[in-house]
């Protein structure tokens, strides 16, 4: 990665998608995160955080693994909502893992349902930081 730029590839491993719409507000005309240096790359091979919503579903899980393992090191994974910290609305039920976050591995946890772009923002800060 170049000084504070950030590839980003996102996983849903379960999510509900309104993480997801949060996440979207990044990429407009207000949040604009590309003006920090950061974007969604297509392949977790041009990433630095991978950033993964929901409570993680079967399907998702082996999968979701290989695609942490291919981001180059150093890599930082990053939760986005409650239900991949193993809370919210997910939690306890018999078809929910134990948080995608939380099974992934993830050093930054933003909690919310859903978290605030500005929340989301201010994780993805923190990557940047800890990859500087
Ligand atoms: S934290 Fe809330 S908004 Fe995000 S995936 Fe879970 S239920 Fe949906």
Redesign the pocket.
């Known amino acids: 990665m170049f000084d504070k730029s950030l590839g980003i590839r996102h996983l849903v491993c379960g ?5 997801e719409h949060e996440m979207n507000a990044l990429n407009n005309a207000y949040y604009d995160i590309t003006r920090e240096g950061w974007d969604i790359v297509a392949s977790p091979r041009h990433a630095d955080v991978i950033t993964v ?2 409570p993680m579903t079967e399907a998702m899980r082996e999968p979701s693994h290989e695609t942490v393992e291919a981001v180059p090191r150093p890599r930082v994974v990053l939760a986005i ?4 910290a193993g809370e ?3 939690a306890g039920a018999p078809s929910a893992g134990e948080g995608a976050g939380i099974e992934l591995g993830a050093a930054i946890f933003v909690p ?3 978290p605030t772009p500005d929340a989301i923002r201010a994780g993805l800060a923190e990557a940047a930081k800890r990859l500087a």
Do not use: I, R, Y
């Open positions: 999510s509900c998608n309104g993480c919503t929901g909502g409650d239900c991949a919210g609305v997910w919310g349902c859903p």
